[in-house]
Structures are given as C-alpha cells and as structure tokens.
C-alpha cells in the first residue's frame, strides 16, 4: 500500500519499457516490508534536465539512469563516484540536499557475476570484444582488477584506442588492440568478455569474432542475457569454454544501486532468492 510516507524510486531512459529493473527493485523492497515503490519514467533526450531537476524538487531518492542518457546525465549532478568518472557514464543517482550525486554500477556488476562464477581477472589474459560503452565499464573493471594483459578488440580500431587511452589514465596496465581481422598474440585467453549488441535480435545468428579464435578462450562471457546463449557463447562452450550471459550483471548493478540508496548492505540470501525469481521471471517473458 502506497500513503503518505512512501519514499520513490525509478529509472530514466528512452525507451523505457522493457526494462527489468522495476522487477527487480519492487521485489527487493517487497520482501524487505519497506515503504518503497519503484516506477519506470520515459525521458526524452530534450527533456532530461527538466526531468532530474524535477525529481530533485519532488525528493524522489534514487534513480536509475538508462539509455540514451548515461553520459548526459552528468552534466546534471553535483559529483560522481571514481567508476562513474572513469567510464564517464552514470547509471545510478543519489538524492542529496545540495542536488544528486552519480556512481557508475555496472562495474561492480559485472565484478559481483564474474566472482559468483568463480572467474578471477587478477594476473589473467583478458580479450574485450567491442569498444563501446559498455566495454568502457569492463574495461574498467579489468585494469581495477590488476589484469595482466588486457586485448581491446574492435570493428573500429581508433575506438579501441581511445578506450586504451582512457584505461592507461587511470590505471598501469598492459593493454594491447587488435581490429577483428588479426589474432591476438597470446596463446591462451583466460577470460573474453563480449560487450557489442551482436548476437542479440535482429542479429541472434552473428558474432564478433571468429570460431578460430573461441577455440583459445576459458572463459567467455557476454552482457547479453536475451537470448540466454548467444551465438558466441555456443561456439566457445562447444570449444570447451565456460560461459556466463549478462544476466547476473544486471542484477548485482541494481543490487549495489539498492545497497547505495539504503546505505547498507542487503543479505546474500535475500539476494540468492530473488535472482532465482527473476531468472523464472525472465523464462516467462521472454
Ligand atoms: P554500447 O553503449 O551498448 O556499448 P555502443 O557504444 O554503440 O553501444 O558500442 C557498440 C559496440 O558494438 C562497438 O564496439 C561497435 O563497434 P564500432 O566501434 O566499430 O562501431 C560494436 N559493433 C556494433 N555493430 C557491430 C558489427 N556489426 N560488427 C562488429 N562490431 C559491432
């Protein structure tokens, strides 16, 4: 029941309605008893200060930020956490009396997945496939982790070095960029992270790489997460690979962002029931 002390909660972007977070987060407070709610709001790009400093004066306490506005939204905010300013995308805001403050989630997102899977980046040769967005947040996660070599792989090769610019800024990492046509050096990739929008709908039957080269991978993962296996997943698994979708990513950012908001930590099994529910909830949508 919604009344007078219901504190709001919500996650802008454009388009908005295929988002998993109101699932997410309702669950959460739902089994938390908390007088919380969490509501999707579609912003236009035009409309995106309008729209935070209206959530400002409307005190609404945290917001997720999506697609297109992760990187605009910046320019709006009071400050931003180190993962937010590296990657230069804001995912989550924190109200404050001043205005609200960004933190970057997606890195620990991807962290908190790769360690429930027992993958170690630490000391390991890791292969990122794509240069955008999304490989910025690995990426960053990657040199964080102190990896021992990091292959920025991508379609356009000046895009791959920007993002190895980007990375040797802020950390002392050996980083090495490929475009797709040539094969990295190193004999053994322990760890590939695929980050581009290839293998999901229209492109279900694509991949970035080639077979040839899922042949040297241990472990693959990819952000994708619909579909649950994509192409590139199948192929490196039936080289033998171990593999991981993004469905765990997804979650641990909401997870941390929830953690922000609440400025305390959420139990590990209240965590474990609910990415059950979510992966049964997903298996009926989807
Ligand atoms: P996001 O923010 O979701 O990561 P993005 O910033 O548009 O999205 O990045 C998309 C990534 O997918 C890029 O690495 C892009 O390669 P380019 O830098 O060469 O554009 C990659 N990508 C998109 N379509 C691709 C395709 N058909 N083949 C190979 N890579 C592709």
Known sequence: MLDGKTKVYGVIGDPIEHTLSPFIHNKIME???????????????????????????LKIDGLNVTVPHKETVRQHLIGMD??????????????TKEGYYGYNTDVYGLGRSLEVNDIELKGSNVLLIGAGGAARAAAVLCASKGVKKLMIMNRTLSKAEELAC???TYYEVDVEIYPLSVKPLAKRIDVAIQ???IGMHPYEDQMVIT???????????DIIYNPKETLFLKVAKKKGAKVVNGL????????????IWAEEELPRDLQKNLLEELKEYLERRL
């Open 166 to 168: 980007m990375v040797k």
């Open 211 to 221: 077979e040839d080269l899922c042949a040297k991978i241990q472990v693959a993962v």
């Open 248 to 259: 765990e990513m997804l979650f641990y950012q909401g997870i941390k962002a929830f953690e």
């Open 82 to 95: 180190d993962f937010a300013s590296q990657v230069g995308a804001v995912n989550t805001l924190k109200y």
């Open 31 to 57: 089994k938390l008893k908390e007088n919380k709610t969490y509501v999707p709001y579609h912003v236009e790009r035009n409309q995106l200060g309008d729209a935070i400093k209206g959530a400002w004066s």
């Open 195 to 197: 980050t581009t929008s």
